[in-house]
């Protein structure tokens, strides 16, 4: 046996199955590569789904991680705590919002949007809504609650009955949207730019019809930003491509490179819905999380990595569709949160898929045949050009 079949045989007799792994174990990480246990190099273009944007093991990061650890790591949302205000400042620097909550993961954030969305209704309006509409083909997260709003048949299977009060509709049509909103109606939550639906860029007529509806409606207008916030798709927010201001944003994934933080983000007015002891997490927002998220929008503003992922997203782009292969049909997506579209089968895609993390890329396959890039903001071109290289050799093997 080898010493990676060793790993999977010691894993198997230890954690719950509930991962589909890669045939990688990674031992470190640097920027954009990836070195396994046997010391093989890879070219990461997943970083940790859309979570390591400053790349990984970042220099300044893991200093003000170091710095921190020594300082302050958690005492508890009982106390006040600086490094909390530090990030609130910065984050709604960003955009439009007037207040913050941290918790320590997507999934809570949205868990904290669909809260809110329902006592602001109750308490806030005196109105007895509390539905929530979401998209098809969304990803919301995997608790319960988020789980009935992600509402995709193949994640709720064995875990019925499904949690009340979430229905989908067809993704991009504002009639259908329309029609299902009713009295019992809270909130609209959906992706700009659906991720693990496979990078599906609603239209910006939509999005303004979805704005007018809410505001006709009073009802919630919510974004979930969990994997497309902070510059992934070239702007601070993915909404701010659009002429439209959503009332809730919930973020996580790029936060603070790597640790657990997440954070849903308000206005004045709907924040009047919390109040001390409505909603906490006894780790949510704790001292060595926030000052690295401190620490990560300032990087990504001092070093302007929302024009840099339009920039390398738009070359990335250009470059595959500069490949006129009759196997890609197109690139879906905005900055570096990018869908190549294959028009091949889903095991010619997959082998496709197998053979590039051979030859040691890492991307992620959705969809059955949609490769999915959503690397570190600082990848470079040349690393970019390593990926098209190989993607064109291997394109050109696939069969007619
Ligand atoms: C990843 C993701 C989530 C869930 O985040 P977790 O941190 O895994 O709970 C929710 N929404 C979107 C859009 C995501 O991409």
Redesign the pocket.
Known sequence: MTRFEQLKQREENLLCRTYGRYPVSVARAKGCKLWDIDGKEYLDLLAG??VTSLGHCNDEISAVIAEQAQKLVHVSNLFYQEEQLELAEKLLETCHMDKVFFCN??????EAAIKIARRYQQRVKNREAFEIITLDH??????LA?LAATGQEKYLDGFAPKTEGFVQVAWNDIEALEKAINPKTAAIHL?II???GGINCLSAEYLEKVQELCHKHEILFMV?????GLCRTGKWWAFQHFNIKPDVI?N??ALANGL?L?CMLTTNEVSQAFVPGSHATTFGGGALVTKVGAKVLEIMKRDNLCEQATQRGNYLEDKVMGLKSPWVKEVRGLGLMRGIQLTCTPESAKAIWDSLIEKGIIVNLTQGTVLRLIPALTVTEKELDYFIDTLAELLQKVEK
């Open positions: 789904i859309a993961s997507g999934a809570e954030a949205n969304a990803f919301h997260g995997r608790t988020t992706e659906q991720g693990e979930d930003e969990v994997q497309a919930t996580a994934k657990p997440g």
